[in-house]
């Protein structure tokens, strides 16, 4: 059985949370010092709020925009059972499980710790994949609540948010007062955004390589997790236009990048030697021994998505074949 080595990815969480609470507290200190308008421990504990709020509140929006309902084990007894033997495996509290009533296959974790874990699964997923997929889809987000990082997402995204509003306001208010100081304010403001942005995004996809190893330690089979993101990546790309927007502000919950989902499916269709809809066990295995080509554009894009590149997320999948 696999072990995946979490060492690394709580080292990152907590590097990103501390730049990110540096960079809040930086910009503070601009403010105050400035435009002298309050004190240090005003802004910050102003800011401290707004992160517990969004914190607090997180879940709920989550559930509301997703169009979540929690299911009963009557109502769903085959994904009950299927979570319930993960979270076992997993030594974390069996998690709240909903549907959401969303056409576009996928499946997300969210919560604010592993006692407040829930994962849900679109109405799309359960009518495309089959058992065994399912369940290394459920271990990827089993994985996510074992190794809490979705409750730190949850609390470092709204960081470069606060820098943005901070930014936006300088627009409309003390750009040509206090000496220009405004125009300061505003820039490291957006500078601070920009920064703040790009480390939500580099540990969004970090903890995904870490969530599919998880699976596979939790007794998901790699070439089944393949074909399941596979099919999600084809599902995503065929999805009604109206709906992918509808849900595409909370991307980074999902297992795949819905918005990069149409050109995720030619890389992937290489991989698929036959062409039949799913990577087998013999077409993961052969890919462990090939090499991968990315394009340079597709590396650069990479680091401005919430998720890894798809090819390379496979190929590290074949590297735990045994």
Known sequence: MVRANTFLLKLRLFIATTLLMLILLAIIIIITSYLGFGSPLVFASFAIVLVFVQYMIGPKM??????????????????????EDLAMKAGVPKPKIGI????????????????????????????????????????????????????????????????????????????RDNNGYGVIIGVAA????????LLVLFVSRAREYYADEGSVE???????LASALYKLVYGSATTNKDELKEVEGLKAFFVNDISDAGNEINDLQQLDVNMDGVISEEELARLRYSDTKIGTTKSVMELLSTHPNMVKRV????ELVQ
């Not at 997923?125 to 997929?133: F, S």
């Not at 939790?218 to 089944?224: R, V, W």
């Not at 190929?315 to 074949?318: A, E, P, V």
Request: hydrophobic fraction near 45%; glycine fraction near 8%; include cysteine.
């Open 62 to 83: 989550v559930e509301t925009m997703m169009h979540v309902h929690y299911v009963s084990e009557q109502e769903a007894p085959n994904l009950h059972a299927m979570i």
């Open 218 to 224: 939790l007794g998901g089979k790699p070439h089944k």
């Open 315 to 318: 190929k590290r999948l074949s």
């Open 100 to 175: 959401a009533e969303i056409n576009m296959p996928n499946a997300f974790a969210f919560g604010r710790s592993k006692k407040d874990g829930r994962i849900c699964v679109t109405r799309g997923i359960l009518k495309l994949l089959d058992k065994e997929e399912l369940e290394a889809v459920l271990g990827h987000e089993m994985s996510h609540i074992k190794h809490s990082d979705m409750a730190v997402m949850t609390l470092i995204s709204v960081v470069p948010l606060i820098c943005y509003y901070i930014f936006i306001s300088t627009l409309f208010s003390g750009g």
């Open 190 to 197: 957006l500078g601070a955004y920009l920064v703040g942005q």
